[in-house]
């Protein structure tokens, strides 16, 4: 399955909105390799955020834990260039969530690389997986519907599934 243009993605919502700082370089001159998962994950972190997922959620008790990742590097991120990421909600079970995250060249107008996630909702007293609060429930399901509607495929690899 092919990717969605740069084009298609630009519309979505943008987050992490920075030029590549030189401290993230490494000795080929680019983006480090560990920067784009750290990177792509502050901006699902960002997205959830409106889904009544703040960053003080462990803090109420609740927290989102990774389970798994698929990671594609399709254009190399220099120094100084701009990037931002976008996500697009695929579905959710109970207890888990499965996304993808493209990180944007802007300054290129390319995708750079894309995260496949499966993340589950963890009860903090227990350091379990527990069912999303309803109201989040409510709010994934939205958006999950909304993203459904895009115009373009979802870009799977098919190693990740919700169960």
């Not at 990717?3 to 080929?28: G, K, R, S």
């Not at 109970?94 to 499966?118: G, K």
């Amino acid at each position: 399955m092919s990717h969605p243009t740069y084009d298609q993605l630009v519309d979505l919502p943008a987050y992490v909105e920075q030029p590549v700082p030189i401290a993230f370089e490494d000795v080929n001159g680019h983006l480090n390799v560990r920067h784009y998962t750290g990177i792509a994950s502050e901006g699902l972190d960002e997205s959830l955020v409106p889904l009544g997922i703040p960053q003080s959620w462990p803090a109420q008790g609740h927290a989102c834990f990774s389970a798994e990742h698929h990671l594609t590097y399709l254009a190399e991120l220099r120094t100084g260039d701009r990037m931002s990421s976008r996500v697009r909600l695929l579905g959710r079970s109970e207890r888990a969530a499965h996304a993808l995250v493209y990180l944007l060249d802007d300054t290129h107008r390319r995708l750079s690389y894309v995260m496949e996630e499966v993340f589950l909702h963890i009860d903090m007293a227990t350091r379990r997986t527990a069912p999303w609060p309803e109201d989040v429930a409510a709010a994934l399901d939205k958006r999950i519907a909304e993203d459904g509607a895009l115009p373009w495929d979802a870009d799977t690899k098919g190693c990740l599934k919700l169960r």
